[in-house]
Each structure stands twice: as C-alpha cells, then as structure tokens.
C-alpha cells in the first residue's frame, strides 16, 4: 500500500530490504511517466533523476538506488520513521524552540550545500521536510529543483515554482528570480510554522492579495515564549527585500542558532560535505567554455568535533540501473548523538491544535501555485 501522499504521477510505498537475517524499509518513489504531462518529463523529471544522482548530505534524505523499467522510476530512499514535518506537527501538541532550532539548521546547512553546488529546491514546505526516528530533519522531493548555473554562469530562474503560502513575493509576482534567496524565504515560513502551528501569511487565494500580506509584514507570532532571538530570524527570512535576506550560511551565524553553542560551526560529515559542494562548483565552472562571473562564496565555519552510475541501456523487459546502490556514510552523524533539549516548562499555551488548525496549515488550501505536491539513527 502507499505510503503517504500517493497522487499521479507519483506514489510513494514502503518496502523492506532482507539480507539474510537483517532486514531495512525504506521508502520507494515510484514515478509512472506516462501518467505524468510531457513537460514534466522532459523539464521536471530529467532534473530530479539528475540531481538526485549528484547530492549527499547528512540532512538531505539518502538515496540508496534508482532503477528504470518500462514508463516507471524506481528511487529507493531512506525511510523517515516519523513521517513529514507537517504529519509531525499536526500530532505533537508542542515542538520547542531548542528542536525548532536544531532542524533549521539541519535544513540550513543541506540549502547551504545544494546552493553552493548551484542547485536550488524552488519548493521547500513542510510536507518535503521528513522526520527520522532520531529526531533528525531531512529535506526531501527534489521535483522542481534545478541548476542555476549555466556556462559556468549564475542565471536567475522564471518559472512559478512550489505551494503559494511559502513562495516568496518576487516569485509570486512572475519576474525573474535568484532561487536561492526565495528558498531561504520558503525555510522562514517552515521556521515560523514550526513554533506557531500556523502559516505566517494565509487566509486568501488571491495571489495579488497574498503578496500584500507579505509586503506589509504584519506577522502574528502566536507563540507568546518564542525568544526575541527567533522572531529577529525569522523576520530577516521572511524580508521582502532579498538585498536585506538571509542567505543560508548568513542564518547559520544569526543569533538565534548561536544560542545553542553545539550548532556553532559544523559536524565533521557537515563540513566534509560542505567541501565535496565546493569542489563541486569550481569543477563545474573550470570546465564550461564561459566566463566564471561573479561567484558567492560562504564565509567558513569552524569544524566541531562530533556516482553518478552509467545508465545501461532499457526495453520493457528490463531494468536501467541508473544510480547502483550507495551505502549512506551518515551512521554515527554527531547530531544525532546529541539529545536535544527541549525547554518546555511554560507549556503550550494557546498551541492546541484543532481542524481549523490543520487546514491553515496545509499548503494546499491556501492554494497552490504551480505544484502539487536525512540522517542515518
């Protein structure tokens, strides 16, 4: 049976994986192309399989193996025991600052990787955040990801990408955009979310209407105990203005991550990761025939301590081994080992959560624009 969200052309299963005696789930994303437009195929689906193949981060969810047979991808993912971030919150009566904190910055770090290998997600919201048994957050559902680099070039992106109440304004509004900073707008709405049990901007499917609410800043912050530290963040992530923006790594030196000294600087997976992105983007721009321009690089942080595989050629009897099967490194990832504190001695007052709760926060019925929908323990 699926597991999850399962609406063409997609649908998610668990499965098990038995060697021997020792069994793993893990989660299967089965992708029927026939069912899906042919625009996805061509545009969506090729960037996914392609970036799919070319990321590993400790908190981006792990791909074992993907396998092509007939119209239908197989991608074999790690298993998020607790399910997605909005099923979490949705079951959790409280989620304290000290875990709000900690998964941000999961979810920082994996943004400050992909955007430094020029990639951007362009669709980051609560259900594409998944939940290990570790408590640890793992950003998933690369469907409208894409490269911003194009002749070693950084390009700004056009298309109306993700779910309405988590795209920023200059998105809404159809110009072209750095992707990366309307990612970073997308983790604000995630990040105000996760301690207010609502959406920051909602109430209207009016998109004209939505970039009002969004340009006046008039956020409710329903948490009365969220530190000042948090809602100066979350303003700065949720900046109209993208000169005035945070980037990811600019986050990760706010005062608010700094308040637990343990996120300061990265784990060494983090950083090795970091480092493998780096390289990333200086091959990628060395080796294509135009001028390299201007390029961000992210200011260092301290280290704490703590395949692309050849595609064979198919027919409808066979399976394309399109990625071979990639053991995750990510086993004994500090940040797991590390509990984390919840600070929850003022309750949870006035965070109950009824249905009128969850349907606010639902992406989809605040409308959505142009779509539908890691660590190892």
């Not at 609560?126 to 290990?132: A, F, K, V």
């Not at 194009?150 to 998105?171: D, K, R, W």
């Not at 920051?200 to 329903?222: C, W, Y």
């Not at 790594?249 to 983090?270: N, P």
Request: hydrophobic share 35%; glycine share 6%.
């Amino acid at each position: 049976m699926p597991k999850g969200r399962d609406s063409a052309p997609a649908k998610v299963y668990q499965c098990r994986k038995t060697e021997g005696s020792n069994t793993v789930y893990l989660a299967c994303k089965v992708i029927d192309s026939q069912k899906a437009p042919s625009n996805f195929v061509k545009k969506f689906l090729t960037r996914e399989i392609d970036i799919l193949t070319k990321i590993q981060h400790p908190h981006i969810i792990h791909l074992f193996s993907m396998l092509h047979k007939s119209s239908r991808y197989f991608i074999f993912m790690r298993l998020a025991e607790k399910g997605d971030l909005l099923e979490f919150i949705l079951k959790k009566n409280h989620i304290g600052e000290g875990r709000a904190r900690t998964w941000a910055t999961q979810l920082a770090l994996a943004l400050e990787y992909l955007h430094t290998m020029g990639i951007v997600h362009r669709d980051i919201k609560t259900e594409n955040i998944l939940i290990t048994a570790a408590y640890n957050a793992k950003l998933s559902d690369f469907g409208f990801a894409r490269n911003i680099y194009e002749n070693g070039l950084e390009v700004l992106c056009q298309t109306h990408c993700g779910s309405m109440p988590y795209t920023a304004p200059e998105v809404l509004r159809g110009k072209k955009y750095d992707a990366r900073k309307s990612d970073m707008w997308s983790l604000g709405v995630v990040t105000y979310v996760m301690l207010n049990k609502r959406l920051p901007f909602n109430g209207t499917n009016s998109q004209e209407a939505m970039i009002q609410k969004q340009l006046d800043r008039k956020v409710h912050f329903e948490n009365k105990d969220a530190s000042a530290q948090y809602r100066a963040a979350v303003m700065t992530l949720l900046e109209p203005d993208v000169t005035k923006r945070f980037s990811a790594s600019a986050f990760l030196g706010s005062a608010w991550i700094h308040m637990d000294e343990r996120l300061i600087g990265r784990t060494k997976h983090e950083n090795d990761a970091y480092e493998k992105s780096l390289a990333h983007r200086e091959k990628m721009i060395k080796a294509s025939s135009g001028s390299a321009g201007p390029s961000h690089t992210p200011p260092s942080l301290p280290i704490r301590d703590s395949i692309v595989a050849t595609s064979t050629n198919s027919t409808n009897d066979h399976i394309a081994v399109i990625r071979t099967e990639q053991p995750s490194s990510y086993s004994s990832v500090m940040r797991d080992a590390i509990p984390v504190q919840e600070h929850e001695a003022h309750g949870s007052r006035g965070l109950s959560l009824g249905r009128r709760k969850e349907a606010a926060l639902t992406s989809k019925a605040a409308g959505p624009t142009s779509s539908n929908n890691r660590h190892a323990k």
